[in-house]
């Protein structure tokens, strides 16, 4: 791998996915290859007898190369709720994820790793999602919702990554609110009010047009 990302957010629900899937069609528009994880997912079907969850399956089929499952999503809980009471029997561990890191790091020019909830949600009863980006020593990418209570939200994460020592490239602004009043004045007030740059306002879109969130990137300022 040449660069690597972990894909955080200022909530669960805030478009880490979709910022994701853009961010890969970026690279690839680019003439880079990527791959992806999302090594914690709770919320999965069953598909062929095995767990899978919408968001790694995404992943899979967005990535230049075709992976096992089980490395891009090494725990896949069944029911939608915090890692850390749905592995109350399989707790998550971070070796083991670090692992499948390892086994694909490598497969392509830009890995993207995808965490679950927000900065400070639990994998189990030691560690958080925090705990996570910084075993796999990846930059992080803040996903910012722009809805109600965003300016809050971004600050508080971005200070937390800071405040943990974790290199921050940036955030994503992405519009998953078509009826939010004053989008471009709460969007400036982040920017003014943090030290990360923006790396792209990503309009709403009512079909899943990534190649469209791609074009909003500026992921220039990425690599
Ligand atoms: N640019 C957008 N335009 C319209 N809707 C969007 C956009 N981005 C996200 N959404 C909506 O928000 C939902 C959640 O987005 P996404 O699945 O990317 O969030 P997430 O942060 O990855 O969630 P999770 O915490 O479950 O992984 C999407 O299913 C979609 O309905
Ligand atoms: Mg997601």
Known sequence: MKYGFFITGTDTGVGKTWATIALMRRFKQQELSVVGMKPVA?????????????DALLIQENASQWLDYSDINPYAFEDAI?????????PVQIDVIAQAFDKIKDKADVILVEGAGGWFAPLNNEDDIADLAKALA????????????CIN????????IQSAGVHCVGWIAMCIDPKMARQDENIATIK????????????????????????????EKLI
């Open 82 to 90: 915090s890692p850390h009471l749905a592995g109350v029997e399989y």
């Open 42 to 54: 709770a919320g999965c079907e069953y598909q062929d007898g095995q767990l899978k969850n919408e």
């Open 138 to 149: 990846l930059p992080v990418i803040v996903v910012v919702a722009i809805r109600l209570g």
């Open 192 to 219: 003014n009010k943090s030290s990360a740059p923006l790396l792209g306002v990503l309009p709403y879109t009512d079909e899943m047009n990534f190649d469209y969130l791609a074009e909003n990137l500026t992921a």
């Open 153 to 160: 939200h971004a600050r508080l994460t971005l200070q937390a």
